[in-house]
């Protein structure tokens, strides 16, 4: 599947955000591309609220501790891997738990989890993910390319967006 979005504001990606999210389930992985300020933060904000994360949590890039979790209808995680510079430093964060959890990870900067060399093939084993690259058109407005991709041999389940 793919979809391209675009939205004007921070706020039409919030909103963006909230509804991609209220389509997600537990075990899903969303992988965001997009340069420094393209709105991955922004976007993960909207997807948690979607995910029935509270108000008052205030989902924040997890630059330094690089994953947060917040308590919504399943458990969100929200992943930014800016710092991470080596399959070494990855491998010490012990991501396939989260990613074979019951729960919904958001990672930003998901380049950092394709090898060098068979980019195609996420490392740590995922076979199966949502990508969303965002594009900085201009100052306020974006674009978002959505895809679901199955690289394993289950079923992608159908991940309809109305
Ligand atoms: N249409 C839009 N969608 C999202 N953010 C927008 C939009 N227009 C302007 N902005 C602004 O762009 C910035 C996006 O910041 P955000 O932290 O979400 O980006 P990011 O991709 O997570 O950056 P980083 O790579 O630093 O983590 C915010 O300041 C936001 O207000
Ligand atoms: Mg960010």
């Known amino acids: 599947m793919n979809i391209r979005f675009e939205t004007r504001s921070a706020s039409d990606t919030l909103i963006l955000g909230e509804k991609i999210g209220r389509h997600l389930e537990a075990g899903d992985i969303v992988f965001l591309f997009g340069d420094l300020g393209a709105g991955k933060t922004t976007l993960t904000q909207g997807i948690a609220r979607g995910l029935g994360v509270a108000k008052k949590e205030y989902v924040r ?11 919504g209808k399943v458990p969100v995680f929200h992943i930014d891997l800016y710092r991470i510079a080596s399959s070494h430093e990855l491998e010490e964060l012990g991501l396939e738990e989260v990613f074979s959890s019951k729960g919904v990870s958001i990672v930003e900067w998901a380049e950092k989890l394709f090898a060098r060399d068979d980019a195609s093939i996420p490392l740590l084993g995922i076979e199966r993910w949502i990508e969303i690259h965002i594009t900085i058109e201009q100052e306020e407005s974006r674009k978002l390319d959505l895809k679901t991709r199955n690289i394993g041999s289950t079923e992608h389940p159908i991940f309809a967006l109305h």
């Open 61 to 71: 890039s997890p630059t330094f501790t690089l994953v947060n979790q917040y308590k």
